[in-house]
């Protein structure tokens, strides 16, 4: 089970840190976003030896993390745009190798997503 929180509304430039309650970590973990009308993308991921990738458009402007003492998974949004307005969904399961090109439909493991809102 994967459960988000931390969403909200902030003006641009600000930040939000998600968060993200599992009930068993994989190899693989991450999170990915989806706009009104587009597909779901990868954000952020990282794997059990604590290596992440990142997506070009949230490069230097995020950080994904882990924390085993909590069983939680988080991601700092740092410099929000405007364009980072989206759903964003903790996923689990991505399996090998462990990048942000999974495509979204192969990932077994998803949370019900919390909403992130950038103003101008």
Same mark, same amino acid.
């Given at each position: 089970?994967?459960?988000? $929180?931390? !969403?909200?509304?902030?003006? %641009?430039?600000?930040?939000?840190?998600? @968060?993200?309650?599992?009930?068993?970590?994989? #190899?693989?973990?991450?999170?990915?976003?989806?706009?009104?009308?587009?597909?779901?993308?990868?954000?952020?991921?990282?794997? $059990?030896? !604590?290596?992440?990738?990142? %997506?070009?458009?949230?490069?230097?402007? @995020?950080?994904?993390?882990?924390?085993?003492? #909590?069983?939680?998974?988080?991601?700092?949004?740092?410099?929000?745009?405007?364009?980072?307005?989206?759903?964003?969904?903790?996923?689990? !399961?991505?399996?090998?190798?462990?990048?942000?090109?999974?495509?979204?439909?192969?990932?077994?493991?998803?949370?019900?997503?919390?909403?992130?809102?950038?103003?101008?």
């Amino acid at each position: 089970q994967l459960v988000e $929180s931390g !969403g909200g509304s902030v003006e %641009a430039a600000g930040s939000l840190r998600l @968060s993200c309650k599992y009930t068993y970590r994989t #190899y693989c973990m991450g999170w990915f976003r989806q706009s009104p009308g587009q597909e779901r993308e990868g954000v952020a991921v990282i794997q $059990s030896d !604590g290596s992440t990738r990142y %997506a070009d458009f949230v490069k230097d402007r @995020s950080t994904i993390s882990i924390d085993k003492g #909590y069983n939680t998974l988080y991601l700092q949004l740092d410099n929000l745009k405007p364009e980072d307005t989206a759903m964003y969904y903790c996923a689990a !399961g991505l399996g090998t190798p462990c990048h942000t090109g999974t495509q979204y439909t192969r990932i077994p493991f998803w949370g019900r997503g919390t909403q992130v809102t950038v103003s101008s």
